[in-house]
């Protein structure tokens, strides 16, 4: 067993840090960090992992963050990621929800009665 796996400090919860009224320098680094490996994977290198949750990130002892179980990674296409950017550059730009609900319909997306404010 190596070092890293004996000093896992906490697990953390991405809706608990934004729920918090003023984010802890720490906990925004993490955060930051954990959308940018996240985004890397989508983006650059065409991978997500279908598991992401609050048990599977950790914060080690030494500040740096720990990601675990990757037993759900699949790969992304070109013109899925081209869709998943069209979905996240919506939201960033606060598009009307018809807008962003219409791009993951367009995407695949579907919920039980395919309204957008559910969507």
């Known amino acids: 067993t190596s070092g890293d796996v004996l000093s896992l400090q906490k697990r953390f919860s991405l809706t608990s840090l934004w729920k918090m009224k003023r984010l ?14 996240h985004g890397r994977q ?22 740096r963050l720990g990601l675990v179980d990757f037993g759900q990674v699949q790969e992304l296409g070109d013109d899925d990621r081209l869709h998943v950017a069209r979905i996240v550059c919506s939201l960033a730009q606060e598009a009307d929800c018809s807008e962003v609900a219409t791009l993951m319909r367009n995407f695949g997306f579907r919920t039980q009665d395919n309204t957008d404010d559910v969507m």
């Open 24 to 37: 802890q320098t720490r906990y925004k680094r993490l955060l930051y960090l954990l959308l940018a490996v």
């Open 42 to 63: 989508i983006f650059a290198d065409g991978l997500y992992n279908g598991d992401p949750h609050p048990g599977n990130c950790l914060e080690l002892h030494d500040g």
